[in-house]
């Protein structure tokens, strides 16, 4: 059974930059969609970015678009997301999923359940 693992959390002040890691084991075959998920005390859980990994396609949310980097080491069989100019509404879980899909189907998958694999998340905290 495959497993992910997130980690980079932390907490940082405002302006500042953290770098999230998902390693991804066990995994019989490929992920082909990788995506990055957030959710924030009393709220649902949203997307932040996606990453078609046969062909390295990104996407993200508008909320962070110019902010946030996704990228992969397929060597590695890790995702990251850098995360720049943090915000105090940054703040949140986030967590890693995983879908195996074509890049439509990456494109398109903007909701939690979307994605059949999940880690345990790693909390980002943004202070003013």
């Known amino acids: 059974q495959g497993q992910l693992v997130e980690s980079g959390g932390g907490s940082v002040q405002a302006g500042g930059s953290l770098r999230l890691s998902c390693a991804a084991s066990g995994f019989t075959g490929s992920n082909n969609c990788m995506g990055w998920f957030r959710q924030a005390p009393g709220k649902e859980r949203e997307v932040v970015a996606r990453i078609y990994t046969v062909y390295g396609n990104t996407y993200y949310a508008d909320s962070v678009k110019g902010r946030f980097t996704i990228s992969q080491d397929n060597a590695k069989n890790t995702v990251y997301l850098q995360m720049n100019s943090l915000k105090p509404e940054d703040t949140a879980m986030y967590y890693c999923?995983?879908?195996?899909?074509?890049?439509?189907?990456?494109?398109?998958?903007?909701?939690?359940?979307?994605?059949?694999?999940w880690g345990q998340g790693t909390q980002v905290t943004v202070s003013s």
């Open positions: 999923a995983a879908d195996r899909g074509s890049n439509w189907r990456c494109y398109t998958s903007t909701t939690p359940s979307s994605f059949n694999y």
